[in-house]
């Protein structure tokens, strides 16, 4: 069965909110939302056939765009390829030039919506930051509560609180506040025992690589309304990602850091052929900062992580 190439467009407004259609009730997942888009023809260039398809579909130009996520899935009928694009600046006045009905959601009203099995890591992927912020090692409580409270400050949309030399209750305790302080302002991610879950329904979960082989045969161990990442170094580590059903990883390391030098770096050309084979947004790790966002989209990555890179300067 061929696979059929779509190109779609995560369309935001200036306001961050995302442009989304509904299938008409007669078409393949009828009635379900969707990111605007079309087939790609033989020959033809992805950019150009996005342009094409939101210049019939919405009667706009686009003007700015970037790759966002590629997705391959497989219905009972029907084998697809998902290039997604983010567009970030169009001419014209979006309408539903075929009918359709349109909707402007943010990206915490994404998830409220209906979409098909194929579009759920596009939902992931709009709804996340290019940028992963992880806590430095052996810093003490307060300083990382100012960290935080200054990265907040400076925009950051998603934190991962790792303290691996803390004792169990200083995390615990020092959690709670980072919390407080995140809330409606960025995802925060914890790290620790699963037993943990139930005492910070606000967090997401950032599984270690032996956790995720420990329980990824278990599937995912809470509702898709929270946030499930792990950590991966190897293309086996993304395949248990995919059957335990996280929302994103991180794969590291990509390039040699000063903090696991005995680590086989992975290098740009084998991270971009795991990240083609892979169905998840992915943050590239080690050795990269935030001047290396836009090589990491090229490669098909959501964006980059990091610790020191990007933690405050003034802190």
């Known amino acids: 069965m061929k696979r059929v190439h779509v190109a779609a467009a995560v369309i935001r407004g200036a306001d961050g909110r995302v442009l989304i259609a509904r299938r008409p009730d007669d078409k393949h997942q009828g009635g379900l939302w969707e990111f605007p888009g079309g087939k790609v023809e033989e020959g033809e260039a992805v950019q150009a056939a996005l342009s094409r398809e939101l210049e019939e579909e919405l009667g706009i130009r686009v003007s700015a765009s970037r790759p966002l996520i590629q997705v391959h899935h ?3 009928d029907k084998q697809v390829l998902l290039d997604v694009w983010e567009v970030t600046a169009f001419d014209g006045e979006p309408h539903g030039a075929e009918g359709q009905p349109l909707a402007w959601a943010s990206n915490h009203e994404l ?26 090692d052996e810093l003490e409580p307060q300083e990382l509560l100012q960290g935080v409270r200054a990265a907040l400050a400076e925009g950051a949309k998603l934190i991962q609180l ?9 995390y615990r305790d020092l959690a709670v506040d ?5 809330a409606r302002r960025a995802q925060l991610m914890l790290k620790g025992p699963l037993e943990w879950l139930g005492d910070f329904p606000a967090a997401g979960w950032h599984l270690t690589a032996d956790q995720l082989r420990r329980y990824a045969p278990r599937g995912r161990p809470f509702p898709r309304e929270r946030w499930l990442a792990a950590s991966c170094h190897s293309a086996q580590e993304l395949e248990l990602a995919t059957e335990m059903g996280v929302d994103f990883v991180t794969l590291s390391p990509l ?7 005995e680590a086989q770096p ?21 050795g990269v900062g935030p001047d290396d966002t836009e090589r990491a989209w090229q490669i098909g990555a959501q964006g980059v992580a990091g610790i020191r890179a990007f933690w405050p300067a003034r802190v």
Do not use: S
């Open 162 to 170: 790792r303290a691996p030399n803390m004792f169990d209750a200083q």
């Open 255 to 261: 390039q040699p850091t000063q903090t696991h030098p």
């Open 111 to 136: 998830g409220d919506y209906q979409f098909p099995a194929a579009n759920q890591p596009i939902v992931a992927a709009a709804r996340l930051p290019d940028r992963y912020l992880i806590t430095p």
């Open 178 to 182: 980072i919390q407080g302080l995140c």
């Open 266 to 286: 992975l290098g740009w050309d084998a991270a971009r052929e795991m990240i083609r084979r892979f169905n998840k947004p992915v943050f590239l790790l080690g």
């Open 74 to 76: 497989d219905y009972p």
